[in-house]
Structures are given as structure tokens and as C-alpha cells.
């Protein structure tokens, strides 16, 4: 689903944020990418939504190189992927309905398609009946789950998530964390960004970590590692 075969990536500034980077992610694997900050990890992930583009190697995403999309072809790229951030970019001038609904009027749905899709990723993260609400009413934790919900409401197949816990408190972030497993387990492939290694332990995914730029750890968790 996702690989990365010995991909750099050097900015104009002549800063080395990735060095010959290799891995692969199967189609509906989930997995935890972990380093210090500047270790590489954002970068990484607009590299697969094609944000960014390698300096050398390939990343390629359900088979298809994205060195070599078209400008037409990177925008539906970017429409297969669910993107979580840390800091919910949510429009504040807007209700929880229609920042969930955004993709999707994006893309085209028709008004009856785009409430009913809406609707089901807003039952999915707990939020049926705050569709109306601003998010400025919603807690912190809230607001993640509308970011989440908007990330899905396209069912993309695969969905990243760049430090989607970094603002919540330990009993939050548990409950973010075990809505990417609840998409996974249907199928899409997830990659979630962060330095909560705790966290991360207690998963029991794979681990991809990264130290300034480079890839020094790629493995699974053993079912003994960590708390239940």
C-alpha cells in the first residue's frame, strides 16, 4: 500500500530532513512512526500525499509511483487519503457539519449523498447531534474527533495522522488512538505520527522510528511488550 524505497529529501536550504528511507506498509496494516522532533516524521508524511517531493528514491502508493503523477492525477491521489493533524484545522466560522461535509463538497457529492456520509462519520467518533455546534463549543478532545470524522467521510484508503494526541490529556489520547484501530480494522491502512512512546507501546503495531532523518528502527511489537 505504501513503500518507500531509499527516498532523501533535501531542502533548498540544504537541510537533510530524510536519508535513503526504506520501508513498506501493507494494504490495512497500522503502524506508529516515532522520532525527537526533526527527526523527519512530518516530512515523511506529506511525502505520501504528495505535499512534498523526494530529492531521490521513490515513494510509491497503491502502485503508483508519485513521482510521475500528473497535476490531475495528484489531486485524486490526495481524495484516497484521510489527513488527522495535531491542531484540527477546523474552520471556527463554520459548524461541525459543514467541516465534516468539506471533502466531500470538494469532490462533487450530491446534498443528500454528503448528509448521509456525514452523518455515519459523525456517529463513528461519538458526535451525532453536535453537527450543528461551532467548534469553539466543542472541548479539545472533541474537535480531534471532527478532525477524524472529516479525515473519513470520503473512506479513504489509507489515513495518516500527524501528532493527533499531542494536545489531549492520557485517557483522550487512548480514545483517539483506539478510533484509528476501530478504521483499521475495516480495512485502511493507518499511519499515525507520534512521540508518545507509552502510548505507542501499549499498542502492539508496528514501530518506525526515525533520527534525524534516518530510519533506525522498522519492526513489530511483540504481544509482551507493553501494558495491555
Excluded at 504528495?50 to 502508493?61: A, K, L, W
Amino acid at each position: 500500500m505504501i513503500r518507500f524505497d531509499q527516498v532523501s529529501k533535501r531542502y533548498a536550504s540544504g537541510n537533510d530532513a530524510l536519508s535513503q528511507i526504506s520501508f513498506e506498509l501493507q494494504q490495512g496494516e497500522m503502524a506508529f512512526l516515532t522520532g525527537r522532533s526533526g527527526a523527519g516524521k512530518s516530512t515523511l508524511l506529506r511525502l505520501i500525499t504528495r505535499m512534498e517531493s523526494p530529492s531521490q528514491g521513490q515513494v510509491i502508493v497503491a502502485g503508483r509511483n508519485l513521482n510521475r503523477l500528473t497535476r490531475r492525477q495528484v489531486a485524486w491521489h490526495r481524495r484516497q487519503i484521510g489527513v488527522v493533524f495535531q491542531d484540527h484545522q477546523l474552520l471556527f466560522d463554520r459548524d461541525v457539519f459543514e467541516n465534516v461535509a468539506l471533502p466531500l463538497k470538494v469532490s462533487g457529492y450530491s446534498k443528500s449523498h454528503t448528509e448521509r456520509r456525514v452523518r455515519a462519520a459523525l456517529d463513528k467518533v461519538g458526535l451525532l447531534g453536535k453537527e450543528k455546534m461551532r467548534p469553539g463549543a466543542l472541548s479539545g478532545g472533541e474537535q480531534q474527533r471532527v478532525g477524524i470524522a472529516r479525515a473519513v467521510v470520503h473512506r479513504p484508503a489509507i489515513l495518516l495522522a500527524d501528532e493527533p494526541t499531542g494536545n489531549l490529556d492520557p485517557l483522550l489520547s487512548r480514545d483517539i488512538f483506539g478510533l484509528f484501530e476501530e478504521f483499521n480494522q475495516v480495512g485502511v491502512c493507518v499511519l499515525i505520527a507520534s512521540h508518545d512512546l507509552g502510548l505507542v507501546a501499549s499498542r502492539r503495531r508496528r514501530i518506525i522510528t526515525l533520527e534525524q532523518g534516518r530510519l533506525i528502527e522498522n519492526r513489530e511489537q511483540r504481544a509482551d511488550v507493553g501494558p495491555g
